[in-house]
């Protein structure tokens, strides 16, 4: 089993910075790309960054570039996501997710998720 609990949402204003954390524990000693989901309200889960177990593939959201950027350090068991530049239409839950292997697979199952943290953005 593996838990990933995420935190760092809250309540910021448009143009503002918040930086989510995932931590991960359980089955760590396995080797597993990770991802950012978000879900904003009355719409799909969509895809906004991912990474390579090595960090050294990313991957994001072309709604996303330029503004977000996902890291990881292996020795906490903990990925980033690191957001500026923030838009109301950001505002979401964001979760994070595991996918089994050293490379991101964009359409293979994620292996286990994180029940998400709510990021409100104001106007």
């Known amino acids: 089993q593996v838990q990933l609990v995420e935190s760092g949402g809250g309540l910021v204003q448009a143009g503002g910075s918040l930086r989510l954390s995932c931590a991960v524990s359980?089955?760590?000693?396995?080797?597993?790309?990770m991802g950012w989901f978000r879900q904003a309200p009355g719409k799909e889960r969509e895809f906004v960054a991912a990474?390579?177990?090595?960090?050294?593939?990313?991957y994001g959201a072309d709604s996303v570039k330029g503004r977000f950027t996902i890291s990881r350090d292996n020795a906490k068991d903990t990925v980033y996501l690191q957001m500026n530049s923030l838009k109301p239409e950001d505002t979401a839950v964001y979760s994070c997710?595991?996918?089994?292997?050293?490379?991101?697979?964009?359409?293979?199952?994620?292996?286990?998720w994180g029940k998400g943290t709510l990021v409100t953005v104001s106007s």
């Open positions: 997710a595991v996918q089994f292997g050293s490379s991101w697979l964009p359409f293979v199952a994620m292996d286990y």
């Open positions: 990474i390579s177990w090595s960090g050294g593939s990313t």
């Open positions: 359980g089955r760590t000693a396995s080797t597993y790309a």
